[in-house]
């Protein structure tokens, strides 16, 4: 059972990450309009290249 | 608060007015607060603070005192002042947002991960479990929830030391007691090696309440989206011109009366003014909702807010920004709202008492055990908090509210204030305006008169002919008669009065009654209508009318069926609106209202004990819209309109009213269901929790459970529910009809 001694940590640097990932997906404005992308399928112009 | 727009500051010489939003405040004591600490400053005159809408309204003397003051006192009350509108007012928002988003993210991450070591300590409670691996579960629980506390729980903390420093008890004292109390009980159990941990409970807490305040957020927020257009209207800057030919760009709050501006192409009119050119063409959208333009004559008032959309103008202002019919129709919605909030003072009262019966239990029951037994004090005083905790209260509403919002917004009505949909639940009668609400801006002729040989026919046909080339609202009117047999050449417009052409070889003139006797020499007996007359006299009388709006007579007789009240008030002709009236089935439609008439209509219906629901459009709605309990405008309706009003109807159809109507019904139902449980549950819970029957960390599953119960069962607000055979909405919108769920 000594391998818990690792894994705890293990998940708490995975739970940093994923911390992480989260506010940086929230600073970079992902989340600021998340009703846009479904509405964009719906207008005529032409997605940027 | 620079790239404040000119309607939500105005300054004279001698009074000056703000309005400002105010976050932070959560209650009544808040507003309290923020009234006195800048009633305080002298030179202020007035101040008033709403909790419902976060705003703030100050009028000032410029020379006592000035803004950067104002806010100053604000921030040291311990808020924070935030531009209304504009550039800044949306990044505030979007920051707001963000934060929120970030602080839910980050609790309900550590709420799985501490969920997940506390579990393994609850099975080891029973099994059994090494102690350091239990110890060492501890600490990584302690880890999780530290950040959790200090980040995601930091409003519960910050809201109630505020709290506290003005000696008042609001929503947040218990939550932050609940939650520093689980963590340092958790945390020197931790370190001691021994007793209870609830990391656990501080996480969970904070992660539900959290949602529920971000819901609240995200509707207030919408609701401020719609001042904004008002506010992007008038200009940062105007051109002056002045005596020596030469130009200045002022702001439109320096304007005075008599000074003469030039407009360019496309920008908004600042200020009431007179034209000083020969014609103008002009669209008054912002106040009235009509897109088509309108042609102005020379020395016409042109009202601040139009847009001019033909060539560059010159113009004589008529009075300063602060006194244009702009703004004191702004000023007056300002008001309106800033003396609204029936509900919110209410429901403050109830919080206030049931946080101190709350506090309470909990030292009562934490003083009673640590008589008997000092080590379950902490446990039943901290199983009594969580119990208390209102959060299936704070979520019962807001969860239901969302639900149902989602169901109107699929049906076409936007919910734009917090409290709309319980009050339109409790609406006894509708009063709805004539034009725009009930007609579809597609105007019709109605031939009144015809003298002469010419048939009904003709006659439409040459004046179709001459107003063919025409931007004219009323030459619309006349399209569906035009014919390529009749064509009117050498056309001239005569701007306001009326269009000459000839037709077939003869003279004609279409227009009002002066401008077309100068050709004819006849006058009608009846005033009104567009004449039409040739050199051989009066030839025919039009009447134009608007179409009405598609299902309009349908959604009359479902506001009847739902036991509503329906009146039409309206500022156009009395014997128009009672045939409109006639038609839809309408028994009460008054005519000639002028605005403070239908305010007046309203408030009497509203003190003989009615709760109006008011439908309208027009910039002259704008202050009877915030007078009614409820109000309702149209997307195509003015700006103004839409930032007074509660609900905004995006599709034509009146029907959704009435499926509005429902849905809020079922919503009250729904809240009052969720609100029993909680309290039945609260009653059943905390003698249990006192009595030390429940360790806190069932008391956590169980208030979890409650409010889980509470979401779900507002979830079942959100699938619009099948009434029997419900018509159609409008022929172009089958999808928005309610469909059977499975």
Known sequence: ?49 | MSGAQAHAIWSGAETAHAVFSVEGMRCASCSRAVSLAIGQLPGVSRVSVNVATQRAVVDWDPRQVDLPRILAAVTAAGFRAAPLAGEAASGTRRLERRLALKRIGLAGLGMMQTMMFVYCLYAGGSHGIDPHIAQYLKVAGMLVATPVLLYSGAPFLRGAWSDLRRRTLGMDVPVALALVLAYGASVVNTLRGTGEIYFDSVTMFIFFLLAGRFIEMTVRQRNMSATEALAHSLPAAVTRLKDDGSTERIPPERVAAGDRLSIPRGAVIPVDVELAEPEARVSESLLTGESVPIVKACGATVLGGSVNIGQPIKVRALRGVGDSMLAHIVQLLERTQAERPRMARAADRVAAWFVFVTVALALGSAGLWWMISPARAVSAALAVLVVTCPCALSLATPAAFAAATARLAKLGLLVTRPDALERLAAVSAVVLDKTGTVTAGVPAVRVTRIQGDLSRAEVLQIAAALERVCDHPIATAFRPYETPERVAVDVREFAGRGVEGRVNGRLWRLGTADFVAELCGERPVESGGVLLGGTAGLVAVFAISEGLRPAAANAVRELRELGLEVIMASGDDRSVVRGVGAELGIAEAYGRLSPAEKLALVREREAAGSRVLMVGDGINDGPVLAAASVSCALAEGSAIAQSAADLLLLNESLTTLAAAIRAARQMRGVIRQNLTWSFFYNLAAVPLAAAGLIAPWVAAIGMSMSSLLVVLNSARLARPRATAATPSATPLQPSLVARVGP
């Not at chain 1, 059972?1 to 970079?28: K, Q, T």
């Not at chain 1, 719906?42 to 997605?47: A, R």
């Open chain 1, 1 to 49: 059972m000594n391998i818990v001694f690792l894994l705890i940590p293990l998940g708490l640097v995975l739970l940093a990450a994923a911390i992480w990932a989260l506010f940086w997906a929230v600073n970079s404005g992902q989340y600021d309009d998340i009703e846009e992308a479904g509405r964009s399928v719906l207008e005529q112009d032409e997605p940027p290249r």
